[in-house]
């Protein structure tokens, strides 16, 4: 009862201020008065929640909660980035370090690759 007491309070200021602002602060005054009222209605549907135990996600009681969307699977990106990244780089190795730059540039692309598809096996549902 003590949140009815404080809204009524609130709107009675409200209404005062407005008579010794004048109207060109009225939509100011409505607008905070709103805000505070937006904030006591959401701490007590946050209390009466918290009250009864129930989970603020659910859509209503009994119902279940709402299928989460999948994520994308990167592994598109992964590959397309080891692409975009190797053409440039095979050129820059085999020209500063030959056959065995080369080697080494695309051994590392392909341990990315290699790490990520061992990580999306260890993480399948």
């Not at 701490?43 to 909660?65: C, F, K, L, N």
């Not at 085999?94 to 096996?121: C, D, F, P």
């Amino acid at each position: 009862m003590q949140d009815y007491n404080d809204i009524r309070q609130d709107m009675r200021a409200t209404i005062d201020a407005r008579r010794d602002l004048g109207p060109e602060y009225e939509a100011a005054l409505v607008e905070s008065f709103v805000d505070r009222l937006d904030a006591t209605i959401a701490a007590r549907v946050r209390a009466e929640v918290h009250a009864t135990g129930a989970s603020p996600y659910a859509p209503y009681p009994g119902q279940p909660y709402p299928k989460q969307k999948k994520r994308a699977n990167p592994s598109i990106a992964i590959a397309l980035g080891s692409l975009g990244i190797g053409v440039p780089l095979t050129g820059i190795a085999a020209a500063e370090a030959g056959l065995a730059g080369l080697l080494l540039a695309w051994g590392g692309l392909v341990a990315v690759n290699i790490a990520h598809a061992l990580g999306n096996l260890r993480h399948r549902d």
